[in-house]
């Protein structure tokens, strides 16, 4: 085929992968850009286009990878800029994204929005910076030592829940559920009240949780993972999913309350102080409370435990497997999970990595971890004596997955992913006789008319091509 001729169906490639990203198809989108390339690998276009659709599918390695490709190829494409700066940004790599900022902003010193993004992100900079000046202080107190939970007064006109004696009920649980129904705000008190009670119910767990499921007819409700001894397992990512991450996470917390023995939370990738800062929860609890509280979440997800082991035969965890062999559920335990997760390592396995299909392991599509096959799988399960894994952190147009030939199950439980995947939720149902998971799926139902996203920082509000 002609040159000519190669370039004109690489652009016509380009337009229907336009169209499927118009229609929220990212995959189908990345797959037409990816024959675009094919024909025509030197168009900065095409490259800069897919790393925006890697960027919607959160797939921020494969975007930073692809956005630094459009550059080399035109180091004057202004957009290539853009999607360098907001993959660094989700990875948490904010020094390199202001670099980018910087030089749009000098190319087009008159853009409003260009100019907004600098200064947002070079605040962030600022900030940490100032973050990591105090955090040398060994001796850094909990938020809780500064509080004084008994003398905050609850005013005569709150007509919302409140504790009993101090404590979670089931009355109180219903009546909450109402009142956030309503788009109505907890008490200040109340919601201190439970963060610091179930911070010292969670540092009591191990980072590895076990439990046994016997023969008994069980809870039928929905949620990331359902454990028919009448247990609940809700398997990370609770918040930065939309504009109520607060509401979700005051009840998972005052279930957890309720419930310590039969509710179990494990930790996500978002219950971590970059993605709350990125993607809305920390905003979120400073427009309804304040940054004072944002803290002590903080300071709580730190308790999170990693990953949860089912009548020694089923491992749960949010992200995945291990980016080295040889990995045991023993080394999970011993792993100091009171920090923010660091950038490699076991700890940041779990929270981050994704299997693929091929054997053996690449580059994380996120830029973080990696990605593990289903020969990876098998030595991990036949070393520590297992079935199979149960994971979540990636999002599926059925709400389930089941690969490397039935060892690795990916649930994901948001329907409708960020108000714009179109995906189907579900959730597992296990029993304690022979631990075969039975999936229920959901689909969307409407929620008040509140921006999807809301409080996420502008500097990741994405933009067309």
């Not at 981050?352 to 990605?371: E, T």
Request: charged content about 25%; hydrophobic content about 35%.
């Amino acid at each position: 085929m002609a040159e000519e001729e190669q370039n004109a169906s690489a652009e016509k490639l380009k337009e229907k992968a336009n169209n499927y990203f118009k229609d929220k198809d990212y995959e189908n989108a990345i797959k037409y850009y990816t024959e675009a390339l094919e024909l025509n690998p030197s168009n900065a276009i095409y490259y800069s286009n897919r790393s925006l659709a890697y960027l919607r599918t959160e797939c921020y390695g494969y975007a930073l990878v692809d956005a630094t490709r459009a550059l080399e190829l035109d180091k004057n494409y202004i957009k290539g800029y853009y999607r360098r700066a907001t993959s660094n940004m989700a990875l948490g790599k904010f020094k390199a994204a202001l670099k980018d900022y910087e030089t749009v902003v000098r190319v087009r010193p008159n853009d409003k929005d260009a100019k907004m993004k600098y200064q947002e992100c070079n605040k962030i900079v600022k900030q940490k910076a100032f973050e990591r000046a105090i955090a040398s202080d060994e001796l850094k107190r909990s938020v809780v030592d500064s509080l004084d939970i008994e003398n905050m007064t609850i005013e005569d006109d709150y007509a919302g829940p409140k504790l009993e004696d101090g404590k979670v009920t089931l009355k109180f649980m219903k009546d909450l559920m109402a009142w956030f129904k309503d788009q109505k705000k907890l008490h200040r008190k109340c919601a201190y009240q439970m963060l610091v009670q179930v911070k010292e119910v969670l540092s009591k767990l191990p980072s590895l949780v076990e439990i046994t499921l016997k023969e008994v007819r069980g809870s039928n409700e929905s949620s990331d993972l359902v454990l028919t001894s009448g247990s609940q397992l809700f398997n990370g990512d609770f918040v930065d999913r939309g504009s109520f991450s607060l509401e979700v996470i005051l009840t998972l917390f005052g279930f957890k309350l309720l419930y310590p023995e039969h509710f179990y939370l494990l930790r996500g990738n978002h219950e971590t102080d970059n993605m709350n800062q990125m993607y809305g929860f920390e905003g979120e609890v400073k427009a309804k409370y304040t940054a004072q509280m944002f803290q002590l979440f903080s300071e709580v997800f730190q308790w999170l435990p990693l990953a949860q082991c089912i009548n020694n035969k089923v491992l749960v965890m949010h992200g995945g497997l291990f980016s080295e062999d040889g990995v045991t559920l023993e080394d999970i335990r011993k792993i100091d999970r009171n920090r923010q997760p660091p950038d490699s390592g076991p700890m940041c396995d779990l929270l981050w990595s994704d299997p693929q299909p091929q054997d053996g392991r690449s580059v994380s599509k996120r830029g973080v971890s990696c990605q593990f096959g289903p020969d990876v799988t098998e030595r991990f399960l036949e070393q520590n004596k297992l079935q199979y894994i149960v994971r979540s952190h990636e999002v599926k147009a059925e709400g389930y997955e089941v690969t490397h030939s039935g060892k690795c199950i990916t649930v994901f439980s948001a329907p409708n992913y960020c108000d714009q995947m179109g995906n189907k939720g579900a959730y597992i149902h296990l029993r304690g006789s022979d631990l075969k998971p039975e999936f229920h799926q959901f689909t969307a139902v409407p929620h008040p008319n509140v921006k999807p996203m809301a409080y996420a920082n502008s500097l990741m509000q994405l933009g067309m091509m």
